[in-house]
């Protein structure tokens, strides 16, 4: 028993040996983005981290410096590319999984004409690569007149089939048929039902779908760059990689650029994280 | 149900339906139908355009940038599946040694570049590996000696995009390796060991069987995802396809040829060709899977 113990214990040593190395690693281009940002563009050359001085830890946290934020925000406008994210990404996340909730939800208990015809149509989507869409739909934008604008970037965006896919099955596991019944004989309406009974039943995928499409969204390049072409309108995925294009030799600007771009979404996960993990679970209990 | 109220219920479902049905239709289905129209023609931006048949078919058969590309995305393809991957379930194994301390934070810590977006993956990359300046160069420099100035960008493209990607994915692929690892039954795995199985016989008889439902769903996603790799490469190369074209993709060339050239039809094209190869991974894949699952 006790040398069973001990070699456990010497499991735990030997996995720590290999793991904390690799998780240091993990995190070091993290660490490194971070300072550069930080350094001026002399003290980016000098130093691989922080530059040495004579403060705390030998490092000389004087030198530090917020100029390239200054100058993303005050000369260069990011803050501009901030907000477009912010609105695209919220805008585009709460829509589609309203229209991904209800499409999944009647296509698992409502009856209508083409039902099946459209399910397999569903099915059949999910396996489309989105970058086939790509020409066909500039070209579809450009006959509607809703190029460069935000309601040709977020409309196609609001009917994935892999949304509409998950809320169906969703709602086919969580929505029992008896209560759907009760609440028609009490009266309710069926948009009532839909928002009063349904949702509240599949919140942890909701939950999830919310976070998922927002961070998509905020990471998108391709779809903007396409669709997108005044600058104003730009999100920072566009927007900082075209500061590389100008600045090419500016790290500093570009890696402050670069937290300025992460660090929301970052935030909002780690925010949302007990949510996404328990939208994902219950999905993966209930399947 | 008496008729006037299925009438109801049909007027309210389609009330329901409605909002995802017209963008389906208006953005999937009519998009996808004149992608087969397109793929037909030969456009200059967006209006003039003329039948060409199947000629973008056959140019592209010829055209050796969309071989350079085909052949560039299949070797990244390749380095996902056959180093990315095992490298996930090996983490994933180390990670599920029963009673070890802190795997929720080393699980959040291999997960975490995944909350980089690849445009600002390709925006860090791009300076890591640059000569001289790049943290790599200089790290190797500092540790082995070897040159500051390792063309890493200018030579070695496909190896920076793969050891980009293994910083990126691996601990994305571990949460699912490990979620299957989690579920496997720990009897089975001591009986195995008690019957005198070593640990590689426990792995491939005990734990593979186990997790193989997990493990293919894995792999397709990961061939999906790698088959249309696009931003990075474009991002990390100053939206170019790098010297000598060593960072063209298939969808790079989609994207140049649509929106650079402004042939929309020869994009199209390639985008046929690109579904056809995901239709047919996906078809080894699952009878992959199956004639696995009867053995």
């Not at chain 1, 599949?202 to 976070?211: H, K």
């Not at chain 2, 208006?26 to 003039?48: H, I, K, N």
């Amino acid at each position: 028993m006790r040398s069973h113990s001990v070699s456990l214990k010497m499991w735990a040593l030997a996995a720590h040996a290999a793991l904390i190395p690799l998780a240091i690693l993990t995190l070091i281009p993290f660490v490194w983005l971070l300072t550069a940002s930080l350094k001026s563009t002399d003290d980016f050359f000098s130093s691989m981290f922080l530059p040495a001085g004579d403060g705390p830890l030998g490092i000389a946290w004087g030198d530090l410096t917020l100029e390239h934020y200054n100058r993303l925000f005050f000369e260069l406008g990011i803050g501009r590319a901030l907000l477009n994210s912010v609105f695209l990404s919220s805008t585009t996340a709460v829509l589609a999984t309203l229209a991904c909730a209800a499409g999944g939800y009647a296509l698992a208990h409502l009856r209508f004409a083409g039902r099946g015809l459209v399910t397999t149509l569903v099915l059949a989507a999910l396996i489309i690569p989105p970058p086939l869409l790509l020409a066909p739909t500039y070209q579809l934008l450009y006959e509607l007149g809703m190029l460069d604008s935000y309601t040709g970037l977020i409309l196609p965006a609001l009917a994935p089939a892999f949304g509409v896919f998950l809320f169906r099955q969703a709602t086919l596991q969580s929505v029992p048929r008896e209560l759907l019944e009760a609440a028609r004989i009490d009266g309710c309406s069926e948009i009532g039902i839909f928002f009063g009974v349904v949702l509240p039943l599949v919140r942890p995928m909701v939950g999830a779908f919310i976070l998922i499409t927002f961070l998509a969204t905020w990471n998108n390049f391709v779809w903007p760059q396409v669709v997108l072409q005044t600058a104003e309108k730009f999100p920072l995925s566009v927007a900082v990689s075209q500061l590389k294009g100008v600045y090419r030799q500016d790290y500093g600007l570009l890696m402050a650029g670069t937290v300025v771009s992460v660090l929301p979404p970052a935030a909002l996960f780690m925010l949302l994280q007990k949510e996404f993990i328990s939208g994902l679970t219950a999905g993966a209990v209930k399947g | 149900m008496s008729g006037r109220a299925r009438e109801q219920g049909s007027f309210a479902a389609y009330m329901l339906a409605a909002p995802f049905l017209g963008v389906f239709l208006l953005f999937v289905v009519v998009p996808l139908a004149r992608a087969g129209v397109l793929a037909l023609m030969q456009t200059y931006g967006p209006q003039d355009s003329r039948f060409v048949m199947l000629r973008n078919f056959t140019s592209l058969v010829q055209d050796p940038l969309f071989w350079r590309a085909v052949g560039n995305t299949l070797v990244f393809t390749a380095a996902s599946v056959f180093i990315q991957l095992p490298l996930a379930l090996g983490l994933a194994m180390l990670l599920n040694r029963p009673g070890l301390r802190g795997r929720g934070a080393y699980r959040l810590i291999f997960f975490s570049p995944q909350l980089m977006g690849l445009v600002f993956v390709a925006m860090l990359a791009s300076i890591i590996f640059e000569k001289r300046s790049g943290l790599l160069n200089q790290a190797l420099h500092a540790a082995f000696g070897t040159s500051l100035d390792f063309p890493w960008l200018q030579t070695f493209v496909m190896p920076t995009l793969i050891i980009t990607t293994l910083w990126m994915y691996v601990g994305f692929n571990m949460v699912y390796f490990l979620a299957a690892l989690q579920n496997v039954d720990q009897t089975l795995v001591e009986a195995a060991s008690i019957d005198g199985a070593g640990p590689w016989a426990r792995f491939v008889n005990v734990t593979l069987p186990a997790i193989r439902p997990v493990a293919s769903f894995v792999v397709l996603l990961s061939i999906i995802g790698s088959v249309q790799l696009f931003e990075l490469p474009y991002v990390m190369l100053n939206a170019t396809a790098g010297p000598a074209n060593r960072g063209l993709t298939i969808v790079m060339y989609l994207y140049q040829s649509g929106f650079e050239t402004g042939d929309l039809g020869y994009a199209s094209a390639i985008g046929w060709v690109l579904a056809l190869m995901l239709v047919g991974f996906a078809a080894i894949q699952l009878r992959l899977a199956r004639s696995e699952a009867k053995a």
